[in-house]
């Protein structure tokens, strides 16, 4: 394979993997550190510790002495659920790309993270850690394992065909320990016939393994140490996400070259947030431990079934896969795990109801029910047929899951709880990415007894969600040392005349220079701000009629006119010429000594700039022509699921690092209603949507469905009552959502009206701080991370000068616009140029509007894996359904370019793309059943949904 520049290899590795920014930032730091030892057989270790020393030593985020080992190793200790596997294919990868190694060793603590790994390095794995990655699309790396190395497939170090390969050795650290039991040595030590020596000394010869040590702080022990020294890699690469090795001496690395903690995956959302639960109110003293314990375990339970319909919920509202929680509960020993077990199935508990769904987890369960646990644990975020798992202490490393919600630790300290060990066992997102639903995004610990403790503890600067934070000022710091500037973007026919009437008051020596050049690089010298093309006229008194024209008179023509094109028109621009004439009758001086023909000189120029440079976007208003007619059909509703418990008192969670407090609580107090429907009933009618004397029948049909499912589960009309009061919000809200999806609505008429035939291009701001902050739009940054901090410039097609990319899609599908032929004008619209508004009402700007030779068109990048999301469904129908509008609203008499949306995937954003076949391959046609529901009549354009308001 041929080698890749090492710059260009971490910016494609990043791109990618869409690697996150602390793995980002990882795979940076090991470019550095190759680039500064060099790593070899050959390495001078003393040499390279010092290097290594001089630049991570005083990183506010490392901890580098030494390496710990006799070859070069370095730590990377990111915290739990923030991905350092994909980190390990990242550094193999780049390693591989540069020419650095072919020969991986990963090592596994444990059998649980040796079948993970082993798992997630299949190309067939929905996690393979190489997707993406072009070196090993065509051939996969070979992967050698405990289980097949003696087959000699990593000494031929080749596929099928003979092509060579990168080879990744996966191994449980208990396959190469020197010391095992008997005095034998470990097969991998033995001698093999096919190489006349054992594949362990093989591996150790090499002079390219690197070695990778999935959580490290397990190998820090005399046996596994002096294993991994024999193997003799050139370099070292551990990840953990507690960088101190275990046992009572525990003790700091001191190789940590990147730090990313706990509180830091909190911040940028990459984990849940972690919460502790209590009752309001309640005195865990006032009880008998027993009687706490069931305290906890029943309110960990109905913490539980909370979650548990929020989650339906969620996922009915946003088209997502279904979540089925569980709650773990954490024992003191077997013993006690299995009281707690025989107790949870009982009938005293919940009369039975989770009989069957729990399984108990220590060493010293055997035989069938063992194998049986451990299936379903294995099992346990597909079947859903478990709600409880008991465990003593701590599971195994790496038994992460992303459905735990809920943690009852019973007999446990503050400090056992608040660890990363115990809360790294669900943090977890369920979705990858934070939902902005508390309740999906949040991992609750249910600890009466420790609750004010656990919240101070959190807070200490070593705490689980606060550290001592540091700011740095200056050049590649949070803050930089230059002075915040802030840069006004006007369209490029208004800074055309912006900068000719500068250069007029600039010759007259005029004082107000900076008032009216805002935005004009004349005050901005040091940002290099880019200029316009000159305007035709210079003396002020024709800029005064050119800023007249442009500013007063242009967005009232805009209205009586049918087409942008209509500004050629001779007639048009006398019109304009003598209304700003008219216009400057308030303008001190000037009228004095502009003539007719000179006005009409200077309108007929602006107006041809205008209409070279602008993008004609028409301004719509649609009107409702009568009344919203909607209502409910009655259906089943799905309760299945639904297992609320009574509710005695009101639970507290609270969020430990943000702190805000949620109550889950009856509606104590007041009257106590005669029928149970109506502590749903009531809530129901809270939502504007629901016309009490519309929709009671149904309202009082769906709620004595809950009703009736309730007390089936529970004989006694208090114990129903008690759920209801307790849960009516929850369930009243789950209700809705089911409701919508049985909604009928009549038929709505709305009159759409176009305002005017064009619109004024409206300047744009962005921040202009840091050094170098103007930078060629055809220059990615060196860290796409930092795309957004930059202001591209160098444009001849936009409409603006300036433009501000959110990814580097963006960036590249700019080049395309800026190189195709058939390409007029393009921008990227600001906030309020045109506004789309999808069903739910929300805002809609999207990436870019372009004007071809025959087409204009709306475009929108997004990522691959976000094409199917509903909220940029549910946008790119609104937008596909403006354009439609758009086209109908001219009329038959106006001829104009016709309107497309494109929703293009980043992966067609390539250098080779054309608009045309973008605009092929990605158009999106107005969804049917919009079409069906809006006409044409007499009086113009009518749609029956409110997909679309423009203004």
Not at 345 to 373: A, C, W
Not at 636 to 663: A, F, G, H
Request: negative net charge; aromatic residues 8%; glycine residues 6%.
């Amino acid at each position: 394979m041929q080698t890749v520049d090492p710059k260009r290899a971490v910016v494609q590795i990043t791109q990618r993997l869409s690697l996150r920014k602390p793995q980002a930032e990882a795979l940076r730091r090991l470019d550095d550190i190759v680039d500064l030892i060099a790593p070899s057989k050959d390495t001078d270790v003393e040499a390279a510790r010092d290097a290594v020393r001089a630049v991570y030593g005083p990183m506010p985020d490392a901890r580098f002495e030494e390496f710990e080992r006799d070859f070069p190793s370095i730590c990377f200790a990111l915290a739990t659920g923030v991905g350092k596997t994909r980190l390990m294919g990242a550094f193999i990868s780049y390693l591989y790309m540069i020419g650095k190694s072919r020969n991986f060793f990963v090592l596994a603590p444990n059998l649980t993270i040796y079948e993970k790994l082993l798992a997630d390095f299949q190309p067939t794995s929905p996690k393979y850690v190489f997707r993406g990655i072009e070196a090993f699309a065509h051939q996969a790396p070979l992967i050698v394992n405990a289980e097949n190395y003696e087959e000699g497939r990593g000494v031929r170090g080749t596929d099928l065909f003979g092509r060579e390969g990168v080879i990744i050795n996966i191994f449980n650290i208990s396959k190469i320990n020197s010391e095992v039991r008997g005095g034998k040595s470990p097969r991998i030590k033995r001698l093999q016939e096919y190489i006349g020596d054992s594949y362990f000394a093989y591996l150790s010869g090499l002079d390219d393994l690197v070695l990778l040590m999935d959580e490290a702080h397990r190998y820090r022990a005399s046996a596994g140490a002096k294993a991994i020294a024999e193997l003799k890699p050139i370099l070292g690469l551990e990840v953990t996400a507690t960088p101190k090795s275990v046992g009572a001496k525990s003790a700091e690395f001191k190789n940590v070259v990147y730090r990313y903690d706990l509180p830091d995956a909190m911040e940028d959302g990459y984990v849940k947030e972690p919460a502790v639960g209590t009752r309001a109110n309640f005195n865990p003293k006032s009880v008998d431990e027993p009687t706490l314990e069931r305290i906890k375990l029943e309110d960990g339970v109905n913490y539980h079934e909370h979650v548990r319909v929020a989650l339906e919920t969620y996922a009915l509202q946003h088209q997502a896969p279904v979540v089925r929680p569980f709650m773990l509960v954490v024992t003191q020993d077997t013993t006690h795990a299995r009281q707690v077990n025989e107790f949870v199935q009982s009938d005293q508990f919940f009369d039975g109801r989770y009989k069957g769904r729990v399984i108990e987890i220590h060493s010293k369960l055997t035989g069938e029910e063992s194998d049986e646990n451990a299936q379903r644990l294995l099992n346990i975020e597909k079947s859903g047929d478990t709600d409880i798992v008991i465990h003593v202490n701590k599971l195994k490393e790496g038994w992460d899951v992303t459905n735990l919600f809920t943690i009852v630790p019973l007999r446990a300290s503050a400090s056992e709880i608040l660890t990363e060990q115990t809360l790294g066992r669900g943090l977890r997102l369920p979705y990858g990415k934070r939902t902005g639903v508390e309740v999906v995004d949040t991992l609750t610990v249910i600890a009466h007894e420790r609750f004010n403790e656990l919240i101070e503890k959190a807070k200490e600067e070593n705490g689980v969600t606060r550290k001592l934070k540091t700011v740095t000022i200056g050049e590649g710091g949070d803050v930089p040392a230059s002075k915040p500037v802030m840069v006004t973007a006007p369209s490029l026919v208004e800074q055309m005349v912006l900068q000719a009437e500068a250069g007029a008051l600039a010759a007259t020596s005029a004082p107000a220079v900076s008032a009216v050049t805002d935005g004009v690089a004349a005050i901005q010298p040091k940002l290099q701000t880019p200029t316009a093309p000159p305007f035709k006229y210079s003396k002020p008194e024709e800029i005064g009629i050119a800023r007249t024209v442009l500013n007063v008179v242009l967005p009232q023509i805009s209205k009586q006119v049918a087409s942008i094109k209509d500004l050629e028109d001779p007639k048009v621009v006398r019109r304009i010429a003598e209304a700003a004439m008219a216009a400057q009758k308030f303008e001190d001086g000037l009228l004095s000594t502009v003539t007719a023909e000179q006005a009409n000189a200077v309108a007929a120029e602006v107006c041809k700039q205008f209409v070279q440079r602008t993008i004609a976007i028409p301004m719509l208003t649609i009107t409702p022509e009568q009344h919203v007619s909607f209502g409910f059909r009655r259906f089943d509703v799905d309760l299945k699921s639904w297992n609320y418990q009574p509710l005695s008192r009101e639970l507290l969670i609270q969020i430990l690092r943000t702190e805000e407090r949620t109550v889950i609580s009856g509606d104590a107090g007041g009257e106590t209603p005669s029928r149970l429907e109506d502590y749903i009933v009531a809530k129901l009618i809270d939502v504007p949507e629901i016309d009490y004397d519309a929709h009671a029948d149904i309202l009082y049909d769906l709620a004595g469905q809950v009703v009736a499912h309730f007390r089936a589960k529970h004989t006694d009309d208090e114990q129903v009552r008690s759920i209801l009061q307790g849960h009516a919000r929850q369930i009243a809200e789950a209700l809705v959502v089911q409701m919508k999806h049985h909604m009928w609505r009549e038929q709505t008429n709305y009159r759409v009206t176009r305002v005017s035939a064009f619109d004024q291009l409206k300047p744009q701001t962005f921040d202009g701080s840091g050094k170098d902050a103007m930078r060629d739009y055809r220059n990615p940054p060196e860290r796409l991370s930092d795309m957004k901090r930059f202001i591209f410039v160098g444009f001849e097609k936009s409409c603006y000068n300036m433009a501000k990319f959110d990814s580097d899609p963006e960036r590249r599908m700019a080049t395309i616009l800026e190189q195709d032929p058939s390409v007029l004008l393009w921008m990227k619209p600001g906030p309020n140029q045109f506004k789309i508004y999808d069903e739910d009402n929300a805002p809609y700007q999207p990436d870019f509007v372009v004007e071809t030779a025959t087409d204009k068109l709306i475009i929108e990048t997004k990522r691959a894996s976000e094409m199917t999301n509903p909220l940029v469904v549910r946008k790119a129908d609104a937008a596909a359904l403006w354009c439609h509008i758009a086209n109908r609203a001219h009329g038959e008499s106006v001829v104009e370019k016709p309107w497309s949306y494109l929703l293009v995937s980043e992966t067609a954003v390539l250098p080779n793309a054309t608009v045309n076949g973008l605009a092929a391959a990605h158009t999106r046609s107005v969804d049917a059943d919009l079409l069906s529901r809006y006409s044409l009549n007499e009086e113009g354009l009518s749609t029956a949904v409110g997909a679309v308001q423009t203004a």
